[in-house]
């Protein structure tokens, strides 16, 4: 078979063509439909169902339940029932806010997107913001304030609270707060700020403590290089030359992600013979390391001396001016001498000397302050301070280290120095270092008080649990990447009865302002006093022209820094000595969204796991270690130990194990794991390894094989195109990824296309005649960095089932959108690709020539409509799919949610809270029917009857779907190829644009625009 | 090996199968015939509303037009049933005590929202949107009936995908200017599929079939 030639491959699976892959790609659903067996519970339920309704059906007649109209007693202003309306707010995360637009629903959020106008997202979210919907309306939220005495649970009430406020502060106002601690996480929010600064006034002797899972490396390394603290950020869009350090900048994790990812892509139009040149130094394939040219897969403790060495060379070709201070001496490691590591080192920094003040050195947040001071040295060695790279004022957060706060606040605790603790948001007794032992700390502070959405690990050891309101039910307020004031409103009331950190503080601090509206205002009374500029304000979602100013640092000439062996990379790394690399997870980030369905299902961009985590590792070191994919291994570390399964990552650095953080949690939920339901955790802890000294990277890691295997629900393999439908074109071009160089595109621009062919006929006639619109999409792949944030939004906004890792494992996964992974070349160092694959609207459809239902058919304006109503689920459809794009209900996903008759109503108050999640411009289906994208059709549709009704024509652009509007890059467009001017039209013209197995004659209307790469000539 | 013998009730096949086969066809008239009958779309269907408010007295006598209380007609999907301010606007002043509106009197007090019965239910799987209609000059009266002489109010029509599909497919006989889309005696000036047609080449009216148009 020729995919044992085939350059790219998905798995090693693939690479070995193993009987499993063979399988997968002979079956699309992995395992037959097993029967569902007479007494399984899902039958049962299903003839109780069936019993129910047929009996009531009786009653009832052929009518079906009796709709009520509910108009309201007086309807608000410019309120029009079932008319979606869209309210600016914004989401805080990292310390970062996004500004976002939501469309509410009859009062309900039901979608999140980002807002165009906001200097952060300009129009784009990320897959955090798209799924922190589903979180609002989570049934396991906490619902009610929580008393703890003793191990006893007991229901309490916020007036209840509110006494015990009021009596412990009078204690401590006498004292002046001596044993109050507020524990919250960093934020950006100048109203906290505010309240903080208020509440350390009225008690001086009380501390504010900030944690997070990231750390304060960023923010030490400022301190390092300037002396001060400053926010920086890059503008990658002014860059030729961009070199991330162990630094995922466009992934979901990093904070400013979105407008680094968007910044990027403005570099890289190869049409316009604009590109610029990325490369990545880390050790665990990331998205930055996807889409560089160039990438050096290097063990992060080893990052220290390439940067070192990276200075030297650099500071040698641009000999920068004296005040900045002496380069670092070059480092005498081996790893240096490597040709491979030499060459790249050599040929980075003559390209970096060749860009000043054109190029942008980024460093990880995991990475130790030095790297990061090291990057601020080179950024201003080569005078891309104020270019590229752009300095702020630090204006909120405490000077003090992290670790060395938390550290301090725990001994407090322990000495019973702490009567009272406060913690905001976080959930330390999962996340903080298990050196610190924080749990047992939390029995010692008589009154202990947990604000959280979840009633979580840390809720479950305080005294008093409060619930806290989401950032869609609450006010409040948080900074852009630059700086730019962001406004935080509410789109609906508490659901449950929480409340907003601020609103919580405002009691602590006796402040005369206790709601979160009046606290913002006041806040911003300066700026925004007037009426007229706080409602601007608020309808934008941020103040124009609050950005703080930006600062030129000057750099603090930089000591000679000191490596050990082991960051010199002299010493051996066999087992026992592995590197162990702590990350913030792609899907459940630090564990706060471990109970988002969406999110969990989702597979992570590159190893593809769904539900769960593993120890990632290279192919090669998993073979030193003798371990195979999916085995169970146990790390250890330092005395402490976690039993995990392994996966093997193309383009992981040798001899360094990465996991990541945020599973494994057993007080999340009933998705994420909840002990008292009998829900087990999703995953494992890695914080229970994790410690102050090995908080990023650990050292001295061993690994070992406790027998037993574990299914990885992986999707790589799910849906592989069949290459047997290449059978016949191997003389020609028909790779479904296609790429080139910069060089070659120039030379030949159209690389991508086919050579010229007998016009291919087709048995069947046209089934329309397209006189209309004409909807295509093109997907640009040189834009497309493997986000995932079109996948959650696609799930958001068509009412996506989440099927569990049961059903992952069967290969029933329902995602419309797919975004595939392709590797090339050797899996030491592989180039990675990333295609997303919705349904290709064909003209010549396969799926249509065999419903025997008519159940698919082909749409005037050429889409492939499904109509659910007259599905039977044979599935030919999807067996005749060559892309493999349908999806089918095996069982009702939604069953609890919707009911499955109208007979059989749903009044459990949970499952209708859920049930809001729901966008009511799209069918839910049930069981048996067969799904797939459809172009976002109800958002056509919406738009040409509002453009109807107006008598004007639809402007290109007006229609976006839900993948389009939320991608960060604008990699997907959508829209009319009937109008040779619009967007997509020119696109899709373009030289570099290719459809996918052309040969088929489908016609697909989705094009793919080939990637191109840009790397150095003397590295290529 | 032993021969297969059929059991002694096997007998009786041919009896059971001259009774399914005599009664198949008076079972598949009798669905067809009730499943196209007017009792399976629910013509006539006619709730008993929490209020007896008869469209004959506001919409007929009165002459007040659809869109006073159906105010979103023109702009959204649903004609939105009015909220009790729009009643109260003139039952403050006349019949203020008349114990029929006891229900929109104490709405308006309470704010508390009136539970009237839809009458006009399509499934759910069905998007219709009402301004599409209405702005294209599709009448009130067309689908609805004459709602201004029904004292109580009733499905006039199947609403059914065929009938829906008949005024697609052909929607001259159903057209009119659309500024007479409330008139509910309105009567197009000569012969109507010509006058219709016109209308349809003026207004460019090109009904979609396509299946999404109406599933999604």
């Known amino acids: 078979m020729k995919s044992q030639k085939s350059s790219y491959w998905r798995s090693l699976a693939e690479l070995e063509n193993s009987a499993e892959f063979r399988e997968l790609l002979e079956r699309e659903f992995a395992a037959p439909p097993e029967n569902v067996r007479l007494d399984s519970p899902e039958r049962r339920r299903f003839m109780q ?34 008319e979606p309306r869209f309210f600016a707010t914004s989401m805080e995360l990292g310390g970062s806010a996004n500004g976002l637009l939501v469309t509410s629903y009859d009062g309900r959020p039901i979608k999140v997107e980002g807002n165009p106008e906001h200097p952060s997202s300009g129009g784009a979210a990320n897959l955090f913001h798209q799924a922190s919907l589903l979180s609002l309306y989570d049934p396991d939220r906490s619902e009610s304030v929580v008393q703890r005495s003793g191990g006893a649970r007991q229901v309490s009430s ?18 002046g707060g001596k044993g109050l601690r507020v524990l919250a996480e960093p934020s950006s929010s100048p109203s906290l700020a505010d309240m903080r600064r208020r509440l350390l006034a009225a008690f001086p002797s009380a501390q504010w403590i900030e944690f997070s899972t990231e750390g304060d490396n960023q923010q030490a390394g400022s301190l390092l290089a300037f002396g001060s603290p400053y926010r920086s950020h890059p503008t990658l869009g002014n860059a030729n030359v961009v070199l991330s350090l162990d630094c995922d900048l466009v992934g979901p994790t990093h904070p400013f992600g979105v407008a680094n990812a968007r910044g990027l892509v403005k570099g890289r139009t190869p049409d316009s013979g604009n590109m610029n040149r990325l490369y990545a130094v880390e050790s665990t394939l990331t998205l930055t390391g996807s889409i560089a040219d160039h990438r050096l897969p ?3 403790e080893l990052v220290k001396a390439f940067a070192a060495a ?158 806290l309101a989401h950032y869609l039910e609450s006010w409040g307020d948080a900074r852009a990447h630059d700086g730019t004031l962001s406004l935080i409103q509410p ?63 000057t750099l603090k000439p930089l000591s000679a820094l000191q490596f050990s062996a082991r960051e010199l ?39 593809k796991q769904s539900w769960g985590n593993a120890a990632r590792m290279s192919p090669k070191t998993a073979a030193e270690l003798r371990v195979g994919e999916g085995d169970l291994v146990q790390l250890t570390l330092a005395g402490r130990s976690l039993e995990l399964p392994a996966i093997f990552t193309p383009g992981q650095a040798e001899g360094t194990v990465a996991v990541s953080l945020g599973y494994g949690r057993h007080a999340a939920g009933h998705v994420g794991g909840l002990d008292e339901a009998g829900v087990e955790p999703v995953g494992a802890n890695a914080y229970a390894l994790r410690t102050i000294e090995a908080f990023h990277i650990a050292p001295s890691l061993s690994v070992a094989r406790v027998g037993g295997h574990q299914d990885i629900a992986t999707t790589q393999d799910l849906y592989a195109i069949d290459p047997v439908g ?68 696609c799930v958001s906004e068509n009412n996506i089932p989440v099927v569990g890792k049961a059903n992952v494992i069967k290969g029933r996964e329902m995602f419309w959108l797919r975004v595939d992974r392709y590797f090339k070349g050797p899996p030491e160092e592989p180039q990675v690709s990333f295609q997303p694959i919705p349904c290709q609207q064909c003209e010549n459809a396969p799926c249509e020539q065999v419903c025997p239902v008519g159940a698919t058919m082909h749409s005037h304006e050429g889409l492939n409509d499904m109509v659910y109503n007259r599905c039977i689920g044979t599935r030919y459809c999807s067996s005749n799919c060559p892309y493999k794009v349908r999806r089918f209900n095996y069982f009702n996903y939604h069953l609890d949610k919707v009911g499955v008759t109208p007979f059989n109503v749903v009044t459990d108050r949970k499952k209708l809270i859920q049930h809001m999640a729901f966008n009511p411009e799209v069918t839910v289906r049930a069981r048996g029917v067969m799904e797939k994208c459809t172009f976002c059709v109800q958002r056509i549709e919406k738009t040409k009857i509002k453009a109807k009704n107006a008598r004007r024509s639809i402007q290109d652009g007006e229609i976006k779907t839900a993948c389009q509007q939320t991608c960060p890059t604008d990699a997907i467009v959508f829209g009319d190829l009937s109008d040779s001017a619009s967007q997509v039209a020119r696109l899709q013209a373009l030289p570099r644009a290719y459809a996918l197995l052309e040969e088929l004659n489908n016609r697909p209307r989705v094009r793919y625009l080939a990637r191109v790469r840009n790397p150095h000539p003397e590295l290529a | 090996m032993l021969p297969f013998v059929f059991p002694r009730w096997a007998n009786k096949t041919r009896q059971i199968a001259g009774v399914v086969l005599g009664v198949a066809p008076i079972y598949l008239i009798g669905l067809v015939w009730y499943g196209a009958s007017p009792k399976t779309t629910d013509v006539g269907y006619m709730p008993k509303q929490p209020v007896p408010y008869s469209h004959a007295l506001h919409a007929g006598e009165l002459g007040i037009d659809c869109r006073y209380c159906h105010s979103t007609v023109e702009r959204a999907g649903h004609a939105a049933i009015p909220p009790a301010a729009t009643c109260m606007n003139c039952h403050r002043f006349i019949w203020q005590e008349s114990k029929k509106l006891g229900p929109i009197r104490e709405s308006a007090k309470s704010g508390k929202e009136v ?73 197009p000036p000569g012969d109507p599929v010509a006058f219709g047609k016109s209308l349809r080449e003026k207004n460019h009216i090109d009904p979609p079939t396509d299946c999404s148009t109406c599933h999604r």
Request: net charge negative; aromatic share 8%; glycine share 6%.
């Open chain 1, 158 to 175: 916020w007036d209840a609270f509110e006494a015990l406020v009021k009596e412990r502060t009078a204690a401590l106002r006498a004292n």
């Open chain 2, 115 to 187: 539970e009237w019965i839809k009458v006009h239910d399509l499934p759910d799987y069905v998007y219709f949107n009402h301004s599409a209609h209405v702005t294209r000059g599709v009448g009130c009266a067309t689908c609805h009936g004459r709602v201004d002489r029904m004292v109580q109010v009733f499905q006039r029509e199947p609403l059914s995908m065929s009938w829906c599909l008949d005024c697609h497919r052909a929607p001259e006989k159903n057209l009119r200017p659309p500024e007479e889309v409330t008139n509910m005696s309105w009567k």
């Open chain 1, 726 to 793: 290449k059978i016949g074109s191997e003389g020609r071009l028909s790779e479904l990824v296609r790429e080139a160089t910069l060089e070659e595109f120039k030379k030949e621009p159209h690389f991508a296309r086919e050579a010229p062919r007998e016009p291919l006929l087709s048995l069947w006639s046209d089934p329309v005649s397209y006189q209309g619109h004409r909807w295509g999409m093109s997907i640009d792949l040189n834009r497309c960095i493997g986000c995932n944030a079109c996948v959650v939004a």
């Open chain 1, 310 to 467: 990276l200075d030297a060379e650099v500071s040698a070709k641009v000999l920068p001016p004296a005040e900045l201070g002496p380069a670092q001496a070059k480092p005498q490691a081996n790893f240096l001498k490597d040709p491979k590591v030499f060459k790249f080192l050599a040929v980075l920094a003559s390209d970096l000397a060749e860009n000043r003040g054109a190029s942008a050195i980024l460093a990880g947040a995991h990475q130790p302050p030095e790297v990061h001071a090291l990057a601020h040295r080179m950024n201003a060695v080569l005078s891309n301070i104020g270019r590229t790279v752009l300095y702020r004022p630090e204006l909120n957060r405490t000077p003090d280290r992290e670790l060395e706060s938390l550290k301090r606040l725990t001994e407090e605790m322990r000495a019973g120095a702490v009567d009272t603790l406060l913690i905001i948001g976080a959930n330390p007794a999962l996340t903080a270092p298990a050196d610190l032992d924080f749990a047992s700390a939390l029995g010692k502070v008589s009154a202990s008080i947990a604000l959280g959405e979840y009633e979580d690990e840390t809720a479950r050891l305080c005294n008093w649990h409060l619930p």
């Open chain 1, 298 to 300: 290097l063990r992060s």
């Open chain 1, 49 to 82: 169902l069936m019993g129910a309704s047929l009996a009531l059906a009786g009653v009832t007649s052929c009518r079906w339940q009796k709709d009520k109209l509910l108009p309201f007693s007086q309807q608000p202003e410019n309120m029009v029932p079932g």
């Open chain 1, 569 to 607: 990379g002299d010493s051996n790394v066999s087992n026992g000595a592995l590197e162990l690399v702590f990350l913030p997870d792609s899907k459940v980030y630090d564990g706060r969204f471990a109970n988002n369905s969406w999110l969990q299902e989702l597979a992570d961009p590159l190893s």
């Open chain 1, 491 to 553: 789109l609906i009331l508490p659901l449950h009865g929480g409340r907003s950190a601020l609103e919580v503080l405002a009691l602590f601090a006796g402040d005369n302002r206790r709601e979160g509206l009046d606290i913002v205002r006041r806040t911003h009374a300066a700026l925004l006093g007037s009426d007229r500029a706080w409602n601007k304000a608020v309808h934008d979602g941020f103040a124009a022209g609050t950005t703080p100013p930006r600062f030129f640092p």
